[in-house]
């Protein structure tokens, strides 16, 4: 059984289409149906469903899937463990972060690329939820995640900072008084805030219940670049973590609120799977993590 051919079915799984298979994979589309036609061969059963396109797997190919996805992970931490006994890794490293986090990517990437040279980094935007699937199904390396609100199970974590939140609205339009302002303060204004998909919008949505606030959002999004977006244009406010600040600092049309509160909402940290034994490659992330984390006194 060729690892490629193992490679190829686990890649068709995840895209769910045969040409985008192919691209991700390298090679061309025939070359990749021939393999698994060959894969299917040698065990006899038919994984996978289709008729002109990709339909799904068999129930043969559900029940290999985990399997093939575990022996790939084995044979690249093989690869990896022999390695690092020379010196730094080598290869692509495969980073999901929740977009609360998006700002302290530039910290950990720092740190990667500085530890490991020989190394790339890929970061991918998911949510709290694809983060731990893509983790489980060992389609990234690591994530950057909450920790601690709808903690993720079987994996090992490195705290990196506590989260707090800020009041932003249109300079132009209705805003507050300079300075720190309360939930309560806030509850009139029109709200635009990320869709209930978000573990963030969960935080936030438990949070403002515990003050005794209820807010209705006039817009939602999945990213805080369109939130921005919405605010700039004047009219409606929104919450977001403080970290994101550094990125708006200095631009007139925003007007920036702390929001007070009696303690942090929630620390977000690095996350890799709880397996034994654990990947040079994420070993290396919980290092970063660690380093960034003595920084911030987390």
């Known amino acids: 059984m060729q690892l490629r051919a193992l490679r190829y079915f686990v890649t068709l799984a995840r895209e769910g289409h045969f040409a985008r298979a192919a691209e991700a994979c390298g090679v ?6 021939s393999a698994l036609a060959a894969l299917e061969d040698q065990l006899g059963k ?3 469903e289709r008729d002109r396109r990709f339909i799904g797997l068999t129930e043969e190919g559900r029940a290999m899937l985990p399997w093939a996805q575990q022996l790939l992970a084995a044979h690249e931490g093989m690869v990896h463990a022999v390695e690092a006994l020379d010196g730094p890794l080598h290869g692509e490293f495969r980073l999901g972060v929740i977009p609360a986090a998006t700002p302290s990517v530039g910290a950990f ?3 990667l690329l500085r530890l490991h040279p020989g190394m790339t980094i890929s970061v991918r935007s998911q949510t709290s939820r694809e983060i731990v699937r893509a983790i489980e199904a060992y389609e990234i390396d690591a994530g950057i995640t909450y920790l601690d609100h709808e903690s993720p199970a079987n994996v090992i974590s490195v705290p990196l900072y506590a989260e707090r939140y800020v009041f932003v609205t249109a300079a132009a339009g209705r805003r507050p008084a300079p300075g720190a302002v309360t939930w309560e303060q806030v509850e009139g204004y029109p709200f635009c805030l990320l869709h209930q998909g978000m573990q963030n919008r969960r935080i936030l949505d438990t949070l403002m219940s515990g003050q005794g606030v209820s807010v209705r959002p006039r817009a939602t999004a999945d990213g805080y670049v369109a939130l921005l977006a919405i605010v700039r244009s004047g009219g409606l406010a929104t919450v977001m973590p403080e970290r994101y600040v550094g990125l708006i600092e ?13 303690a942090a909402v929630s620390r977000i940290g690095v996350i890799v799977g709880d ?6 490659v994420a070993n290396a992330a919980l290092g970063c993590a660690r380093s960034i984390a003595g920084l911030t006194g987390v």
């Open 250 to 262: 200095g631009a007139d049309w925003a007007s920036v609120h702390p929001l007070t509160m009696d």
């Open 275 to 280: 397996r034994a034994p654990l990947d040079p």
């Open 46 to 48: 038919r994984l996978v």
């Open 109 to 111: 990437a720092e740190a």
């Open 28 to 33: 061309t589309q025939p070359t990749l149906s």
